[in-house]
């Protein structure tokens, strides 16, 4: 990229964002820089963590840093500054809640991950046993069920009864 200066790359990656929402080849054509240029800066925003789309323009394909790039601007601010801010990126106040809690539950401890998933797995075993049960049961009146058809079968048989039910 030639050497642009810091502010014409912000304004560049500023039409970039919503509410502009160029694509990097309208920008291109709009602008007269090369395609390759305007990636290669797209990219190193990107690294350096700011919140700039991929080629998919949806706020939920973002990458992990672009959305922790987001709480992290949207931490301090109020309702209303929030709110201004979702407008400005073309965002929804929701989408920003859902992905500050994503990163608190990102950052629980390890300790509190491993008691959950033991709380889970404890559960699961419960519910198993009581699945096997419940079939052992089934398959115990099943089995008892067919002896009797049988032996009604057969003492049907041997005292000549053809369909009576006696």
Same mark, same amino acid.
């Given at each position: 990229?030639?050497?642009?200066?810091?502010?014409?790359?912000?304004?560049? %990656?500023?039409?970039?964002?919503?509410? &502009?929402?160029?694509? &990097?080849?309208? %920008?291109?054509?709009?602008?007269?820089?090369?395609?390759?240029?305007?990636?290669?800066?797209?990219?190193?925003?990107?690294?350096?963590? *700011?919140?700039?789309?991929?080629?998919?323009?949806?706020?939920?394909?973002?990458? *992990?840093?672009?959305?922790?790039? &987001?709480?992290?601007?949207? *931490?301090?601010?109020?309702? &209303?500054?929030?709110?201004?801010?979702?407008?400005?990126?073309?965002?929804?106040?929701?989408?920003?809640?859902?992905?500050?809690?994503?990163?608190?539950?990102?950052?629980?401890?390890?300790?509190?991950?491993?008691?959950?998933?033991?709380?889970?797995?404890?559960?699961?075993?419960?519910?198993?046993?009581?699945?096997?049960?419940? %079939?052992?049961?089934?398959?115990?009146?099943?089995?008892?069920?067919?002896?009797?058809?049988?032996?009604?079968?057969? %003492?049907? *048989?041997?005292?000549?009864?053809?369909?009576?039910?006696?």
């Amino acid at each position: 990229m030639p050497r642009y200066s810091a502010e014409r790359k912000a304004t560049l %990656l500023k039409q970039l964002l919503p509410p &502009v929402n160029l694509s &990097v080849p309208e %920008l291109a054509r709009q602008e007269g820089i090369s395609e390759t240029s305007l990636y290669a800066l797209r990219k190193q925003a990107q690294a350096k963590g *700011a919140p700039v789309p991929r080629d998919k323009k949806l706020p939920d394909d973002w990458s *992990a840093e672009a959305k922790f790039a &987001v709480v992290l601007e949207t *931490a301090a601010l109020s309702a &209303v500054e929030l709110s201004e801010y979702c407008r400005r990126k073309g965002l929804y106040p929701e989408q920003v809640q859902t992905w500050r809690q994503a990163c608190i539950s990102g950052q629980q401890s390890a300790q509190a991950q491993r008691q959950a998933e033991r709380e889970q797995a404890r559960a699961d075993k419960k519910r198993i046993r009581e699945l096997e049960r419940e %079939l052992r049961r089934k398959d115990k009146a099943l089995a008892e069920a067919a002896a009797i058809l049988v032996l009604r079968k057969k %003492l049907n *048989a041997y005292w000549g009864n053809d369909g009576e039910d006696n």
